[in-house]
């Protein structure tokens, strides 16, 4: 008979699993919390679904920071090759834009979806919709509560993908942490990912942004500028929008794991935007020590580098009038604007969250050391990357290797329960 496995979580890493499941000869059922699965996959799609990153495998380990070791294994065996060979087995060709990342060819996520969906059902993965994980009972048996009350499942073995705490309308609410805790499970706090930042107040009685600039300027990009965090890094290029409270975009999101963790530590962090990246800070200082004579200060800096509009409301946002008139500082300031930051936005505003269950609590083959026969993957793990198709590659890559583990372990005959 077909051993049993029951994939929790109709994400990226559950429906990998489930696949490399059925292949494996599995008998699957797959279940979910929401009324259809892949819910914030089709979210990510709305923008142009980033799939993946063209970078070679060294270069995209390294986005994973301090656990590029603990995911070398998994995203070496599914790296973005992989990632672009199984979405063009799905029939869906991709290509590479012009910032190395990978999109599908029509930059949309839904159909990649159903073709993914189709060849599941094809292979017997059985998906339940609206069964919302619970936990365990006194029998070890998996516990949802559905719309017609509580249901109880049992399998030789589990792949949890319960994804982390973001976007909780999703599914993905982080409710799962203090069950596993109660076993034992070792978790690292959930905390926001690639989020936006309340802006530290601005002047004394403000909470944040001035009242014109939030009014005048809220929602406005800023564009061809570049950040770091401290001195003498190489700025990173980019863009960033401001808020009603502070600043969000890829850029911020680039730096959010470091100035996230930096409030922690000291709390408050400190954004160097560098408003002219195309100039050098000599040409600069030459520009702003140029006599304006008449005209306004304004109409010198958009004359003479093209400083207007939201660039130069954030100046007077966050300069004093001594700065702004001082030419040395004005060129520092332009070359290296500082945007104090007090707090990341709530978790459930953050595109992915770091924390989850810690690798150290699992085994070689992605199983928990305090629950054998239950396997984890996916955002729930502790990890974080930036945006760019790094965060899709590791969800499909530790779906693949629970369930490649997962498969391991029921060829060898143990039963729940048995380490």
Known sequence: MKRTVAVIGGGPAGLMAAEVLAQGSASVDLFDAMPSVGRKFLLAGRGGLNLTHSEATPALLARYGERSAALREAVTAFDGPAVRAWAEGLGIATFVGTSGRVFPSDLK?????????HRLRAAGVRVHTRHRFTGWNGQGALRFATPQGERTHEADATV??????SWSRLGSDGAWVPWLQERGVEIASLRPSNCGFDVAPTAPGRTGWSDHLRERF????????AARIDDGEAPQPGE???????IEGSLVYAFSGRLRDRIDAQG???LLVDLLPQHSPAQV???????????SLSTHLKSRL??????????HELLQPQQ?????????????LPVPLQRPRPIDEAISTAGGVRFEALDPNAMLRALPGVFCAGEMLDWEAPTGGYLLTACLATGRAAARGALQRLAAGQAPGEG
């Open 109 to 117: 996520a839904a159909p990649l979806l159903r073709a993914w969906l």
């Open 160 to 165: 949890l993908a319960l994804g982390g705490a």
């Open 218 to 225: 809220a929602g406005q990009p800023l564009k061809t500028v």
């Open 240 to 246: 960033f929008v401001l808020t009603d409270t502070g």
């Open 268 to 270: 408050q962090a400190t």
């Open 285 to 295: 200082l030459a520009e702003t020590s140029r006599p304006r004579g008449p005209r």
């Open 306 to 315: 093209g400083i207007a509009g939201v660039k130069m409301a954030l100046l």
């Open 324 to 336: 702004l008139a001082d030419p040395a500082q004005l060129a520092l300031a332009l070359k290296a």
